[in-house]
């Protein structure tokens, strides 16, 4: 009931002032329509996308198992306010999965808000912006799930994602030559993820990354994009490194996973019931486009001051942070028809205290592309092996709709 009045209210708030506004609608994939004030001192683009999937998943040893589900379903805004300097965004998850993740320091709410943030280009290349959204984190994280070369996301980004938070973002660029780009951001976040409403509980979260285009930007910003759907001309390359330091972290994954409760306490949300430590990421990852053809590739690393985390005694809690490495590698070829043929190899490692599962996961993926990725049909084969576990084989198919 709470997510139809959310989304009814959204609709109606917008078309309150389509009488007193100039409405425009696009093409297809470019918003359900676009508001613009009379006196052109504001506008407001809506849209609408889902992801419809079906996946069927054989454990060894096991039966197979199938479900239908729609895991990704959002209501977008953006536009400027005030002067086309003043740019902002907000997408709000209506599936169950979009707002799943409620705890005691969300209010046990659902988590309706993915993105809320203002961007404003206070001074030449200079943009900060504030409110929540992506970090800037591992590339295949930044890239929208609705931009995706393959069904989902890699092990790589669910086990080492920085994700969403709330905070400040200062991003900067400029040119070495006529055709060397260098983008700069650098960040400051909550450090707990996204929609929380009790805390700060540990310190806060730094982030910086810095990104080298040394043959210039991609077309229609395809450096964060999967696929080379433009079909690049010309070979274009993306180089990126992020370093984030989470201070005094209280998350087992820094500002995702789950909260380090210590001495037995469990849900007060009180700053002396939780294990904190420093928690460090870092990401290098790399996209190149040429003609079709698309190669990504990324790595991440994360580890702590303490991993372990202990009650005030010095006993163990049995919570760790979850510290390791991963590796993946995805590549693929877009045919003239506009089907692609994708491949995807991935790699966890972890060290021995987090008792997790060493995995190696490969991916075979076809991808019709009937209108770009605002309308495609996708489908992967994964085969995962777990170290010392019962290996797995995943199919999925999913069809995706962008207006």
């Not at 300097?85 to 907000?90: A, E, G, Q, R």
């Not at 991003?171 to 060397?180: A, D, I």
């Not at 994360?302 to 490495?325: C, I, W, Y």
């Given at each position: 009931m709470k997510t139809k009045i959310t989304l009814i209210g959204a609709l109606l708030f917008a078309i309150t002032f389509l009488s007193a506004q100039e409405i425009k609608s696009g093409k297809f994939g470019k918003g359900l329509f676009n508001v613009v004030g009379k006196d052109s001192s504001w506008t407001m683009r809506v849209g609408l996308r889902a992801q419809l999937l079906g996946t069927s998943t054989w454990n060894e040893g096991e039966s197979g198992e199938t479900s239908f589900l729609?895991?990704?379903?959002?209501?977008?805004?953006?536009?400027?306010?005030?002067?086309?300097?003043?740019?902002?965004?907000?997408?709000?998850?209506?599936?169950?999965?979009?707002?799943?993740?409620?705890?005691?320091?969300?209010?046990?709410?659902?988590?309706?808000?993915?993105?809320?943030?203002?961007?404003?280009?206070f001074h030449k290349n200079f943009v900060i912006w504030f409110g929540q959204t992506k970090l800037p984190g591992n590339r295949e994280r930044v890239i929208s799930s609705a931009n995706l070369q393959q069904v989902d996301r890699s092990l790589l980004n669910s086990s080492f994602t920085i994700d969403r938070d709330f905070g400040f973002q200062l991003?900067?660029?400029?040119?070495?030559?006529?055709?060397?780009v260098v983008k700069e951001i650098f960040s400051v976040a909550q450090g707990e993820g996204r929609n929380v409403t009790r805390g700060n509980l540990g310190g806060h979260q730094y982030t910086g990354r810095i990104e080298l285009l040394p043959f210039g930007n991609f077309s229609s910003k395809g450096d964060?994009?999967?696929?080379?759907?433009?079909?690049?001309?010309?070979?274009?390359?993306?180089?990126?490194?992020?370093?984030?330091?989470?201070?005094?972290a209280v998350k087992t994954r820094s500002n995702q996973g789950s909260y380090m409760y210590i001495d037995g306490t469990e849900g007060d949300g009180y700053k002396g019931s939780f294990f904190e430590t420093n928690i460090n990421t870092l990401f290098i990852d790399a996209m190149f486009k040429y003609n079709g053809f698309s190669l990504m590739a990324e790595?991440?690393?994360?580890?702590?001051?303490?991993?372990?985390?202990?009650?005030?005694?010095?006993?163990?809690?049995?919570?760790?942070?979850?510290?390791?490495?991963?590796?993946?590698?995805?590549?693929g070829f877009l045919l003239k028809n506009d089907w692609e043929i994708s491949g995807r190899y991935t790699n966890i490692d972890w060290d021995n205290l987090t008792g997790n599962s060493n995995q190696d996961q490969y991916t075979l993926g076809l991808s019709k592309y009937i209108s770009g990725h605002?309308?495609?049909?996708?489908?992967?084969?994964?085969?995962?092996?777990?170290?010392?576990?019962?290996?797995?084989?995943?199919?999925?198919?999913?069809?995706?709709?962008?207006?």
């Open positions: 729609t895991r990704r379903s959002r209501l977008k805004f953006d536009g400027y306010a005030y002067s086309p300097k003043l740019k902002y965004k907000i997408e709000l998850g209506l599936s169950n999965r979009d707002q799943s993740g409620a705890s005691s320091f969300t209010h046990e709410s659902p988590r309706y808000i993915l993105d809320a943030v203002l961007m404003w280009n991003r900067h660029h400029f040119n070495l030559s006529k055709n060397f964060y994009k999967g696929s080379d759907l433009k079909r690049e001309q010309k070979p274009k390359l993306a180089l990126g490194v992020s370093y984030d330091h989470n201070n005094d790595y991440a690393n994360r580890d702590a001051k303490d991993p372990l985390a202990k009650n005030s005694d010095g006993t163990l809690t049995g919570d760790e942070v979850q510290v390791g490495n991963g590796l993946n590698l995805q590549t605002s309308l495609k049909v996708q489908t992967d084969i994964s085969h995962l092996e777990v170290a010392g576990g019962s290996n797995q084989l995943l199919y999925r198919l999913q069809f995706d709709i962008h207006f």
